[in-house]
């Protein structure tokens, strides 16, 4: 068999083009549903994909069997839910959807080259099943990270799948596919089994940290829609509650991209604190390898845990023990316990040196040498403790680190925008007859000689070595992807001025006293131009595109009726 079933021949795309289009709505949120059952002979395996057409690789389906059953030394008894992310494999057609990710916040962007997988576990008792359990998995597999939203969906589809079973799945995704499509700045109703789930859909336009009001729609809706406050956004408190005074340690860690392991008693507990650390560098993107839930099955466990050569930049949640003996060559591991309480409050883990990791019953603790940067926020952690002795809502306690960490990223991150925003060329240097000025190259040195006057010091109380930080950021994978994100943007918005200036241009003007060749060529150019501009979705002036294709269309029409055709075909 074609290890990657088909990809690549051109029927094989054509026709999977075509069964996509049947499921367009549907695709644009989910890319399948699977359910992943327990077999005698087999061990996991995929008992349903639905729609029936979509095409996963065989490593595609043996990842997601893996990862949708917790391993046997979690004990998961019940319900449980968690996510994975696993790579796509080779071969695979890239998907680009460069409207939504221009449009939404960098965090939020449709993922290319991986899949989230969201699923609800059910392990119960059933003297019934040879085994005496019933084991069954449903799995949501999209490239959105809506961790709140699918996990939501999946409270109110999965306990009545598991009494219905396929023909109730066929509804579901049925209804999913009458959904609109994710569109950042909109807010929508979504219609599921009975019920109508209203969220917003963030854009990058949004006030970092700020809680947009839903636009309540007008319509009388039956029944009256669930409000979900965030798509998104994890409960970061109850995620952090045993290592809230090592939490400046863990966003430098995360910030710098180092290789960390989370090791948790619950995929659930693995998965939602490795997530809860990939979000808290918001604004800014995580662009390093993060696996909320990894097994030793999985297809890159021997990359990721050869001794040959350094660690990776990647997060991995685990909760296999077996884990500690592996990675005993990984510079930062967080072994989490159960929740314990020293009197109202949460016990803290400690920080402890790596070579007390050698046993299979390792104590809780952060096992890593890393030295912060930046000293501890100590009014943070007291005003956090504080709020656990006085009962206060872990949403009340998760909006205060979310605020606390927003401030933190934005500190570090406004000077490097500040600077880039420097490195622009001037608009007036924007001319329509000489190519488009290029972006001044980043020196970080010139960089770290403004932070005397433009530093984190202004916006932040934190104080530490916040040169040190910034110069190991600049050899981190978080750096080159940002810088690479922000030199992207800056070379559209030139490349829109350009198409400004030549619009304002007398175009007809110029081409008076030229020659056929040189007239050819501006053409040439200025198709090549608008082909880039839509392909590339480059936001200018109304009317700019339409009065450049009316002006070619008129110039064309000028020429000698032999070269005519020969540009029309072009």
């Known amino acids: 068999m074609d290890p990657l079933d088909g990809f690549g021949s051109p029927l094989r795309m054509e026709a999977a083009a075509d069964s996509r289009s049947a499921w367009a709505r549907f695709s644009s949120w989910l890319e399948c549903v699977c359910v992943v059952t327990f077999d005698l002979e087999l061990g996991q395996a995929i008992e349903l994909v639905y729609p029936q057409d979509v095409k996963l690789t065989d490593k595609e389906k043996s990842s997601i069997c893996y990862l949708s059953f917790p391993d046997s030394y979690s004990g998961c008894l019940g319900d449980t839910q968690f996510t994975f992310r696993l790579r796509q494999s080779v071969g695979r057609q890239c998907f680009r959807d460069d409207v939504y990710n221009r449009d939404a916040p960098v965090t939020l962007q449709r993922e290319t080259a991986h899949f989230f997988g969201y699923v609800y576990f059910r392990q119960v008792k059933d003297v019934s099943m040879k085994r005496g359990y019933f084991q069954k998995s449903l799995v949501l597999v999209s490239r959105l990270p809506y961790t709140h939203l ?152 021997r990359e990721y845990t050869t001794r040959t050569q350094a660690p990776p930049n990647v997060v991995l949640g685990v909760t296999n023990p077996f884990f500690i003996k592996t990675f005993q060559n990984w510079p930062h591991i967080v072994r989490l316990g159960e929740i314990k309480m020293a009197g109202d409050l949460p016990k803290q883990v400690k920080v402890k040196k790596l070579s007390k990791l050698k046993t299979l019953d390792t104590k809780p603790g952060i096992y890593t040498a890393y030295k912060t940067f930046l000293h501890k926020d100590k009014i943070l952690i007291k005003r956090l403790l504080k709020g656990i002795q006085r009962k206060r809502p872990s949403e009340a306690q998760s909006a205060i680190l979310r605020r606390h960490l927003l401030e933190l990223t934005q500190s570090f991150i406004i000077p490097l925008e500040r600077y880039m925003a420097s490195l622009m060329p001037l608009q007036r240097s924007v001319t329509p007859w000489k190519t488009p000025p290029q972006v001044r190259p980043f020196s970080q040195e010139e960089f770290i000689s403004t932070l005397d006057h433009t530093g984190p010091q202004l916006t932040s109380m934190l104080r530490g070595d916040w040169m040190g930080l910034y110069r190991k950021f600049f050899r981190s994978p978080n750096f080159d992807g940002w810088y690479r994100q922000r030199h992207r943007e800056m070379m559209q918005k030139l490349e829109s001025l350009h198409l400004e200036s030549i619009s304002d241009a007398d175009l007809l003007g110029w081409t008076k006293d030229k020659s056929e060749v040189e007239i050819v060529d501006l053409i040439l150019k200025l198709r090549e131009k608008l082909i880039k501009a839509r392909r590339q979705h480059l936001q200018v002036k109304d009317g700019v595109l339409d009065k450049l294709d009316a002006f070619i269309n008129s110039i064309v029409g000028s020429l000698p009726k032999d070269l005519q055709p020969v540009l029309n075909t072009r």
């Open 150 to 301: 699918f996990h939501s969906l999946l409270q109110t589809i999965a306990p009545e799948f598991f009494e219905k079973l396929e023909p109730f799945l066929e509804a579901v995704c049925n209804e999913i596919d009458q959904w609109p499509p994710p569109t950042p700045g909109q807010t929508l109703n979504l219609p599921v089994v009975g019920s109508v789930l209203q969220i917003r859909i963030p854009s990058k336009t949004d006030k970092p940290g700020g809680s947009p009001v839903m636009q309540i729609t007008k319509e009388n809706l039956l029944p009256a829609p669930t409000l979900l406050p965030t798509i998104h956004e994890l409960d970061l408190f109850k995620c952090f509650q045993s290592v809230l005074i090592h939490l400046q340690m863990l966003w430098e860690l995360t910030l710098l991209g180092e290789p960390l392991v989370i090791m948790a008693p619950s995929p659930t507990g693995c998965s939602e604190t490795v997530l809860a650390l990939v979000s808290s560098i918001s604004p800014l993107k995580f662009c390093c390898d993060f696996r909320p839930y990894f097994t030793i099955h999985d297809c890159e466990f």
